[in-house]
């Protein structure tokens, strides 16, 4: 049990040095980078509070208290991974939205063009 907490507790140290990392060089953006933080924050804490884990294990009737902090890893990246199918729906709307301003005002300016030409 305190090996798999270990691990559990190095792996969200180095998930939290990876997305400051990834701020300070501006691979991700500061509000994709605080739900990262905040789940791998939650790990560590649960990782390192064995009796939070125990509660919450007999909370949810689970005999093996690592679990809970596994199915709450587990739950918060796919809470996570799920936000990313919607920001990329967002911006193909909005793409496909500026796209076609963009025709309408090159119609426009061809407009203009061929009325000042034939002037």
């Known amino acids: 049990m305190d090996r798999l907490l270990n691990v559990m507790a190095i792996f969200s140290v180095m ?4 997305v400051l990392a990834s701020v300070r060089r501006a691979h991700i953006r500061v509000e994709y980078s605080v739900s990262w933080l905040v789940a791998s924050i939650a790990i560590l804490i649960l990782s390192r509070s ?28 796919v809470v996570i991974f799920y936000r990313f199918p919607v920001v990329i729906s967002k911006l193909k709307d909005n793409n496909i939205a500026l796209a076609q301003r963009v025709a309408i005002l090159e119609y426009h300016l061809q407009e203009m063009n061929a009325s000042r030409d034939a002037s």
Request: proline share 9%.
């Open 15 to 18: 998930l939290i040095g990876v």
């Open 50 to 77: 064995q009796r939070l884990l125990e509660i919450i294990a007999a909370q949810l009737g689970i005999t093996y208290p690592p679990l809970p902090l596994m199915l709450l890893a587990g739950s918060v990246f």
